[in-house]
């Protein structure tokens, strides 16, 4: 039987941690970095011909996404469907799940990062080429057309203006006058 790759970025299974707040994140984030390195490179043995990790280009990594879509939850509505572009849909239909694209996007960044941690030099990053980031980009934008859901960034609100210093207390009219 098959295993589905885990490319959520979700929590691992079992309990979750208590405490240890940002050691438990970085420990997390790094097991699911190498769970989808080792992902990877398990696709490329089995890739016909087998691929090495030398030979590996942003086409093969846009063909490892692809492959990846098959295994999504993410229901993604199809041109011709009633609910295309609906955010809660009323009811079901057939279009197909899908990898979420935050779930792609950071699958690249935690696959870009352990290319390099691995020995590949940045300037030959498959993972940092800009045909993956355009397809990243048109799979945002589809998904959010088709979802109805917006993918824009959330802009940080400016802090609010500081109150205004207090007036002075009724008894004192500030310097005393000279006048007698």
Same mark, same amino acid.
């Given at each position: 039987?098959? &295993?589905?790759?885990?490319? &959520?970025?979700?929590?691992?299974?079992?309990?979750?941690?208590?405490?240890?707040?940002?050691?438990?994140?970085?420990?997390?984030?790094?097991?699911?970095?190498?769970?989808?390195?080792?992902?990877?490179?398990?696709?490329?043995? &089995?890739?016909? +011909?087998?691929?090495?990790?030398?030979?590996?280009?942003?086409?093969?990594?846009?063909?490892?996404?692809?492959?990846?879509?098959?295994?999504?939850?993410?229901?993604?509505?199809? =041109?011709?469907?009633?609910?295309?572009?609906?955010?809660?849909? $009323?009811?079901?239909?057939?279009?197909?799940?899908?990898?979420?694209?935050?779930?792609?996007? =950071?699958?690249?960044?935690?696959?870009?990062?352990?290319?390099?941690?691995?020995?590949?030099?940045?300037?030959?990053?498959?993972? =940092?080429?800009?045909?993956?980031?355009?397809?990243?980009?048109?799979?945002?934008?589809?998904?959010?057309?088709?979802?109805?859901?917006?993918?824009?960034?959330?802009?940080?609100?400016?802090? $609010? $203006?500081?109150?205004?210093?207090?007036?002075?207390?009724?008894?004192?009219?500030?310097? +005393?006058?000279?006048?007698?």
């Amino acid at each position: 039987m098959e &295993s589905t790759p885990d490319v &959520s970025g979700g929590a691992l299974g079992g309990s979750p941690s208590s405490g240890g707040g940002e050691v438990a994140a970085s420990s997390r984030y790094e097991s699911q970095k190498r769970r989808d390195w080792n992902t990877f490179l398990q696709y490329l043995r &089995s890739h016909q +011909p087998p691929l090495g990790l030398a030979r590996c280009s942003a086409a093969h990594v846009l063909e490892f996404l692809r492959y990846l879509d098959q295994f999504g939850k993410t229901k993604v509505h199809v =041109a011709g469907c009633p609910f295309f572009g609906i955010p809660c849909p $009323p009811g079901p239909c057939p279009c197909p799940l899908r990898q979420a694209w935050g779930s792609l996007d =950071a699958l690249v960044g935690r696959l870009r990062a352990a290319f390099e941690e691995n020995g590949g030099r940045r300037d030959d990053n498959p993972f =940092a080429a800009c045909a993956v980031r355009i397809y990243l980009r048109e799979v945002r934008a589809f998904q959010s057309k088709a979802r109805g859901v917006s993918y824009d960034k959330k802009r940080k609100k400016p802090p $609010p $203006p500081p109150p205004p210093p207090p007036p002075p207390p009724a008894g004192d009219m500030g310097t +005393p006058s000279l006048s007698t």
